[in-house]
């Protein structure tokens, strides 16, 4: 296992740190725009952050390339961005804007489209594990080469029945599948200890015959070389991967929760570090500290010019609602004044 | 030469292998042993790698299906029993049926459940699950009864652009048999009139449509003709055919194996009362199986389940009215 990195020097893949710190940056700008907006009443339902999983998931984005599948969760901004999801579908899919991928029937992390590549996840837990399997499967059977599978999961979700069953799905067929844990110390409000008896996640892989790969998340250097080994080896056939990341969930739940019940001690470990100002500090000391202020720059710009231009956008409108839940003409229970 | 309900089952998942390179069938015992009734025998030499075992993972197995889906195939997961279908019913609920509504990207799969009652089965391998099932909207619910319907409506629903739950009736697998499977077949979504007559109407499906074809002959002998309607599909009902039966005959009985609370029966009882009261001579009736887990012994199981002796009885009772 791979611990945080003592030196500063220029990391083996430039390229990828960039892509990795810019995606990190413009997630945590939306980010804190959604929040704002959440409080200002401008968003109804719930906010999910991923404020402190920024380089884990990222880094899960950066190792994919075109013809992968992409399953995020709900903390998965900068995996998302990195992948290459175009931020103003995150902005429009929260203000329910009608061009937006959901055109408001889903909201907020509910987002995807498998046409780029991403899966739109369902809320319960587990769930796309084995989805993304079956787009292997799928994948295989027509013998299609080289793609993988990258799912993102909390510590909560391996509580699953879905988790299990998913996973060992995955190693029974061989699948390209890279599952990323983000433990991240809470689900909701409930610690570790009242979640799993084991004393790592990663020792699950070992169970599911499935490699495994442990890491700190809070590290982006680290996260990028061992989610992109992961992804490597997933490519290379050597069947499902485990990479279990430990790191801090540094807001609540969702924008509802404060958080308050997140241990003290926690929250000043090396777990507890913010993995942005862990990227923003070795950035600096690369010497890239002006490009960094530029990025910071873009991202804000970006992030501006997408809300003012989707608070301009149409909302759903309920008469022009079709109301099928169906494709087939006729499969939906037609309304009784129609 | 004669074909039974279960071949015809067989033969459409044949035809589908062979017609569309998208198609493949996942389940458990599926490959090699054919499956637990035999629905697939053949198929995975037939098909190399296109008739796939599956864990007893009834939650992935269906989550598969959804993303298999979702990338351009046209999976058919064979549930072993329905009844274990629950196991894998947030991934049908919550999954595949919102798929359509939520990204306006069709999720064409198939759900096979080997559904329903039979002497000796129990509590875990008798159920009937469309109840459940048709509450949900994004699914399609089918039911066949016939041979005929086995064969065209499998086939249909592995064409459709939604997920189809194809509720196929165990009962009926070895001993309901026809001359030969169909060129040509009635639409999905459009119920049938199995049985005409003048007197009161029997809304039936699945395994029900024989029991009350049998309860309308005993009828017939007392005088009274009965028109037996076929639903064939639950989910979309149509209602227009239940409607037109009612119409011609004033009064109506709705059968189904389900519990009594809510279904198809129900569904088909409101319906009528709410938009064809004019037409009623009587106030429409339902039946069902009793309110208890399916039991056991064949004599206790015999009399929860509707039977064309109920069915008649229940008949007598809306003719009396």
């Not at chain 2, 017609?19 to 069938?25: G, L």
């Not at chain 2, 739950?165 to 009139?193: Q, S």
Request: hydrophobic letters at 40%.
């Amino acid at each position: 296992m791979a611990g945080p990195k003592a030196g500063v020097s220029a990391p083996p893949r430039m390229d990828l740190t960039e892509s990795l710190g810019r995606a990190m940056l413009r997630a945590r700008t939306v980010e804190d725009k959604l929040a704002s907006l959440y409080r200002a009443g401008r968003i109804v339902g719930g906010v999910y952050l991923g404020k402190g999983q920024e380089a884990l998931s990222a880094a899960g984005g950066v190792s994919l390339k075109k013809g992968d599948v992409f399953a995020p969760l709900i903390r998965d901004m900068a995996g998302r961005l990195a992948f290459g999801e175009p931020l103003i579908d995150a902005v429009r899919t929260y203000l329910g804007s009608r061009l937006g991928p959901m055109k408001g029937r889903d909201g907020n992390i509910h987002r995807g489209d498998l046409t780029r590549g991403i899966l739109p996840m369902i809320s319960h837990l587990g769930a796309m594990l084995s989805a993304t399997a079956g787009v292997l499967m799928a994948k295989r059977m027509r013998g299609e080469k080289g793609n993988v599978g990258l799912t993102c999961v909390g510590d909560g979700a391996t509580s699953t029945g879905s988790f299990h069953e998913g996973l060992n799905l995955a190693a029974v067929e061989k699948l390209p599948l890279v599952t990323v844990v983000a433990d991240n110390g809470y689900a909701y409000s409930t610690p570790n200890q009242r979640q799993y008896a084991c004393t790592d996640l990663l020792e699950r892989a070992k169970g599911y015959g499935i490699e495994g790969h442990g890491l700190d998340g809070t590290d982006p250097d680290t996260c990028l070389e061992v989610v992109g080994r992961a992804v490597k080896r997933a490519r290379d056939g050597a069947g499902p991967q485990l990479v279990v990341g430990r790191l801090l969930r540094l807001c609540g739940h969702g924008e509802h929760d404060d958080g308050l019940y997140v241990d003290e001690a926690l929250r000043g470990s090396v777990r507890g570090r913010d993995c942005l100002v862990v990227m923003e500090e070795r950035t600096r000391a690369r010497g890239r500290g002006k490009d960094w202020e530029r990025w910071r720059e873009e991202a804000q710009r970006e992030v501006d010019e997408a809300v003012a231009k989707v608070s301009a956008e149409p909302v759903p409108d309920p008469f022009e609602e079709t109301w099928r839940a169906t494709a087939t003409t006729g499969a939906t229970e037609a309304l009784e004044e129609e | 030469m004669s074909v039974t309900y279960l071949e015809a089952i067989r033969a459409a998942q044949e035809k589908a292998l062979r017609d569309d390179p998208k198609v493949f069938i996942y389940g458990q015992d599926v490959g090699r042993f054919g499956g637990a009734f035999k629905a697939t025998k053949n198929l995975a030499e037939k098909f190399p790698g296109r008739v796939m075992d599956s864990p007893i993972s009834e939650d992935a197995m269906v989550g598969m299906a959804v993303g298999a889906a979702m990338d351009g195939m046209r999976p058919v997961v064979e549930m072993q029993f329905a009844d274990f279908s629950t196991v894998g019913l947030n991934q049908v609920l919550n999954h595949a049926a919102t798929t359509y509504w939520r990204t306006g990207k069709p999720c064409p799969m198939v759900l096979r459940l080997p559904s329903g009652g039979t002497p000796g089965s129990g509590p875990f391998h008798s159920q009937s699950m469309e109840t459940i099932y048709s509450h949900y909207p994004g699914l399609v619910v089918m039911t066949p009864a016939t041979v005929e319907d086995a064969y065209s409506m499998l086939l249909e629903a592995i064409g459709m652009e939604d997920p189809v739950i194809f509720c196929e009736h165990k009962l009926l697998y070895y001993h309901l048999k026809a001359e030969a499977l169909p060129n040509e077949a009635v639409p999905a979504f459009r119920a049938r009139v199995a049985r005409p007559g003048r007197d009161v109407t029997c809304v039936a499906y699945s395994a029900m449509l024989h029991e009350a074809v049998a309860a309308a002959e005993e009828l017939a002998a007392e005088g009274y003709e009965t028109e037996v309607v076929d639903l064939r599909t639950v989910k979309p009902l149509d209602t227009d055919t239940i409607l037109g039966s009612v119409a011609r005959t004033g009064r109506l009985l709705a059968v189904g194996e389900s519990w009594p609370w809510g279904g198809a029966s129900a569904e088909v009882v409101a319906r009528v009362a709410s938009e064809g009261f004019e037409l009623l001579d009587a106030p429409p009736k339902r039946l069902n199986a009793k309110d208890t887990p399916i039991p056991y012994h064949p004599n206790l199981w015999a009399a929860h389940r509707p039977t064309a002796v109920r069915i008649a009885a229940g008949l007598r009772e809306v003719l009396r009215y």
